[in-house]
Each structure stands twice: as C-alpha cells, then as structure tokens.
Nanobody, 124 residues
Framework: QVQLQESGGGLVQAGDSLRLSCAASGDTFSSYVMGWFRQAPGKEREFVATISRTGARTTYADSMKGRFTISRDNAKNTVYLQMNSLRPEDTAVYFC?????????????????WGQGTQVTVSS
C-alpha cells in the first residue's frame, strides 16, 4: 500500500537532539494517519507519537511529551520526529508506520505498513 523508509538515526550523547525522517511512496501519503514507535532489545514495541492526516492533531506517549515533536509535510510525503533532550533510555530502533484508520491511535496493530527502522543510540 505504502512504502516507508526511515532515516536520521545515529549515535548521540545524552542531552543532544536528533531529527528522524520517514519518506513515503507508493500511495497517497496524506490519506494516512502516521505514527512513530520504538523498540529496544528485549523489550516490546512501544508507542512514541502519532499525527493526523492533515497534521492538525498529535498525540504523544507521556515520557515523550515536551521532548519529542511529530510533524509532517504532505507535499514532500514525509513525516518527522524531532527528539530533544535525549536520554540513554531513548536508545532503540525507531519505526514509522501508516494507518488506514481515521482516528489517532497508539495501538501498533492499527498500523498496517511499517518502515525498516532506524537505530538511535544515546550514550550517557
């Protein structure tokens, strides 16, 4: 339906900032609610943030509020995740995902298409 490719991950120090990008192709990007999830070794995938089709509404996990910002540019078929004040516990593979459902959701099962993930490592 839609192909997603994340980029922008890397190795940073605690307190640094990083901006992740997710480029979409293959379908109409603006038709999808987009989300970011992350998964650390030995842990289950967890919700990070989601954004509505127009970008007017956003939702964040509690631990990300005030530090992370999700945004999208439908003209560029891209969704972003701006991460500030990074902590070692933010270390994980970050995935972007697309949902056919109209409402914002933090449930991974509602997202049908996923990117390959990009590694974010935060050193102390």
């Amino acid at each position: 339906q839609v192909q997603l490719q994340e980029s922008g991950g890397g190795l940073v120090q605690a307190g640094d900032s990083l901006r992740l990008s997710c480029a979409a192709s293959g379908d109409t990007f603006s038709s999808y609610v987009m989300g970011w999830f992350r998964q650390a070794p030995g842990k289950e995938r967890e919700f990070v943030a989601t954004i509505s089709r127009t970008g007017a509404r956003t939702t964040y996990a509690d631990s990300m509020k005030g530090r992370f910002t999700i945004s999208r540019d439908n003209a560029k078929n891209t969704v972003y995740l701006q991460m500030n004040s990074l902590r070692p516990e933010d270390t994980a593979v970050y995935f972007c995902a697309a949902s056919d459902y109209l409402t914002l959701t933090n449930v991974a099962g509602y997202y049908g298409d996923w990117g390959q993930g990009t590694q974010v490592t935060v050193s102390s």
